[in-house]
């Protein structure tokens, strides 16, 4: 860092001190809101930043002029995160925005008109990124990590001040996902089934007032939450919103949604293309594809153990384990098919015996009562029409579609 006169320290503070003010009573949002962004747009502050750390008193200059003072409340421990933020000290940071933006929600809640919207998102964006830093600077430093938990509970408060009626609530859906990121990463994704009761049950928001980009992260983050619940219907839809409507250019976030509805598409029985898999980097899903088409459950166990860590990180590791069923039944179809070509008039006579054979020559070791069980399972699931004669040891298949497709829909409870 340069040297800095005290004469230049001053100036730098109170331009950045002006500038605030100047945007409140204008009414201009941008300026205000790049005033506010410590952590996401440092670099246009780091002027202000370098000069705090050479003027040292700076609630006496925040004081002492009225224009000023009338915004103290936001602007001294506003200035106190930015200089703690200069000096990597996270947590002192995040306490100080904290103060900051609960005395800024207070002023906004008086203000008739939603002019400052595009502030407030800023101050949600801020206090979750700030309450990240903080709680990696504090579990290095071996304490308990709490800011994100804090940062959590304030968003509750904008959401809350967003959530009447009026034009406010359009900021609502973007505080929404923002506390969904909080939740998720905390592990406490319970917690969003409030917010979404707020957004859904209560109806007190109509989706289509809100901007698209808040409505794709909203969907897939609720997309997500479905896949936790597997209720892959509902999941499907809502992740293939997300994905239809996510902006053209932005492959990161189409990538970011396709690692769950690819997961959503297999259990509901649909394949996705090669190319696609390619595109978006997502080969860990080949082997998974490849053992779904050909009814190899060897190859479908290895996949899942190679890429154990990612599949579990995502929380796609069960709805994968669960194909299983759909490779038995892709297996069975198979060996129809073969007897079919040999005796037509026999194929729908499937040996128990046969299927052991053709899963142990796969490397699965496997008797006849648990091939049994397998086909019962198959039967019970409608993946396979047909009864088992336990008398002959064989299953006997329907004439009629023995293997149904499950078109879009999941394997049945």
């Known amino acids: 860092m340069a040297y800095l006169s005290m004469g230049e320290a001053h100036r730098r503070i109170t331009d950045y001190l002006s500038r605030f003010c100047d945007a409140v009573s204008s009414q201009d949002a941008a300026t205000l809101s790049a005033l506010l962004a410590i952590s996401s747009n440092f670099a246009s502050l780091q002027a202000p930043a370098d000069a705090l750390n050479v003027f040292q008193d700076s609630n006496q200059l925040v004081n002492q002029v009225e224009r000023y003072a009338q915004f103290a409340e936001i602007l001294s421990p506003l200035l106190r995160c930015l200089q703690s933020y200069r000096l990597g000290r996270y947590s002192d940071a995040y306490v100080a925005f904290e103060k900051a933006a609960n005395a800024f929600l207070q002023e906004f809640r008086n203000w008739e008109t939603a002019w400052a919207m595009e502030a407030v998102y800023i101050l949600a964006l801020e206090i979750r990124l700030l309450a990240e830093k903080a709680d990696r600077e504090l579990s290095s430093s071996g304490k308990n990590t709490e800011k994100l938990q804090g940062a959590g509970s304030f968003l509750m408060k904008i959401f809350g001040a967003l959530a009447g009626k009026g034009p406010k609530r359009v900021g609502a859906l973007y505080v929404a996902c923002q506390l969904f990121k909080v939740y998720f990463k905390l592990g406490t994704v319970h917690l969003c089934r409030s917010v979404i009761r707020s ?100 190859l479908l166990r290895q996949a899942l153990r190679e890429h154990e860590d990612r599949f579990l990180r995502s929380g796609v590791y069960l709805v994968l384990e669960k194909l299983e069923l759909q490779v038995y039944q892709r297996l069975m179809k198979k060996i129809y098919v073969l007897q079919k070509q040999k005796d037509p008039s026999k194929a729908h006579q499937l040996k128990i015996e046969t299927a052991v054979k053709a899963l142990n020559w796969l490397g699965m070791d496997m008797d006849m009562d648990e091939a049994e069980c397998i086909m019962a399972i198959l039967i019970f699931k409608n993946l396979t029409k047909g009864y088992i004669s336990h008398k002959n040891k064989v299953v006997v298949l329907s004439k009629q579609d023995p293997f149904p497709k499950l078109n879009g829909k999941p394997v049945s409870s």
């Open 199 to 298: 957004i859904e049950t209560a109806r007190l928001f109509d989706l289509d007032e809100f901007p698209v980009k808040d409505k794709v992260t909203y969907m897939y983050y609720t997309g997500r939450l479905e896949v936790y619940n597997e209720n892959f219907t509902v999941a499907d839809q809502k992740l293939t919103y997300a994905l239809m409507h996510c902006s053209p250019n932005k492959e990161a976030n189409k990538r970011m949604i396709l690692k769950y509805l690819i997961p959503v598409k297999l259990s509901i029985g649909i394949l996705p293309k090669q190319w696609l898999l390619e595109k978006y980097n997502l080969m860990e899903y080949n082997e998974v594809v490849k053992a779904l088409k050909t009814g190899d459950l060897r």
